[in-house]
């Protein structure tokens, strides 16, 4: 399985609702999450299943999508919210992991 | 704090082995898968394989299998990675995580560097 991410990359204001998109080239279910990577750091867990905020991510990240199809949504922008987004899916049988290329998002 | 420390950064030359490890802490640590993960600017984060501490059940990526050897010794909390007869292209930031649920992984360490150069 592959997973595609669009954009790459964006540069977005202080406010801003952003949206990163994330494709797998065939249907995955829900076994769907997001990681948050700053630079020099290690990634930082975000959203699992698709859906389901890790405790202590602010509520302006929230997750969707289905099947083959996913987003990842921040409503207002922070400049803290400056980092790469990588998605990442799963299966267990046989094990298997694989993560996006990952979203770089800047602040303007 | 629940967290995994790992050791420090590596400079090795072709054809060497290295040992990385990868401790944890306040929580029980052998009931926990751990991965190993590694991060390079040409491929991106890309999963090796995982490794059950508690009766050392391993589970290797086909990309990596029969390069890279987990062990871990639930005593001391610790997990490690192996890699033998090390190439350029080995050069990356490897990290440890927890596994969490199904196929997530909620607790990384720092990463270790690894250069490999002659």
């Known amino acids: 399985i592959q997973l595609t991410q669009s954009p790459l990359s964006l540069s977005a204001s202080v406010g801003d609702r952003v949206t990163i998109t994330c494709r797998a080239s065939?249907?995955?279910?829900?076994?769907l999450n997001w990681y948050q990577q700053r630079p020099g750091r290690a990634p930082k867990f975000l959203i699992h299943?698709?859906?389901t905020l890790q405790g202590g991510v602010p509520p302006r990240f929230s997750g969707s999508g289905s099947g083959t199809d996913f987003t990842l949504t921040i409503t207002s922008l922070q400049p803290e919210d400056s980092a790469t987004y990588y998605c990442?899916?799963?299966?267990?049988?046989?094990?298997?992991?694989?993560f996006g290329p990952g979203t770089k998002v800047e602040i303007k | 704090e629940v967290q995994l420390v790992q050791s420090g950064t590596e400079v090795a030359k072709p054809g060497d082995s290295l040992k990385i490890s990868c401790q944890g802490f306040?929580?029980?640590?052998?009931?926990?898968?751990v991965a190993w993960v590694r991060q390079t600017p040409g491929k991106g984060l890309e999963w090796m394989g995982i490794?059950?501490?508690?009766?050392?059940?391993?589970r290797y990526s086909p990309s990596f299998r029969g390069q890279v050897t987990f062990s871990a010794d639930t005593s001391i909390n610790t997990a490690y990675l192996q890699l033998t007869n090390v190439k350029a292209s080995d050069s990356g930031i490897y990290y440890c995580?927890?596994?969490?649920?199904?196929?997530?992984?909620?607790?990384w360490g720092q990463g270790t560097l690894v250069t490999v150069t002659s």
């Open positions: 306040d929580y029980k640590f052998s009931n926990y898968w």
């Open positions: 490794i059950y501490p508690r009766d050392s059940d391993n």
């Open positions: 299943a698709v859906s």
């Open positions: 995580a927890r596994r969490y649920g199904a196929g997530a992984f909620d607790i």
């Open positions: 065939q249907d995955i279910g829900d076994s």
């Open positions: 990442q899916e799963y299966d267990n049988l046989p094990p298997r992991v694989t």
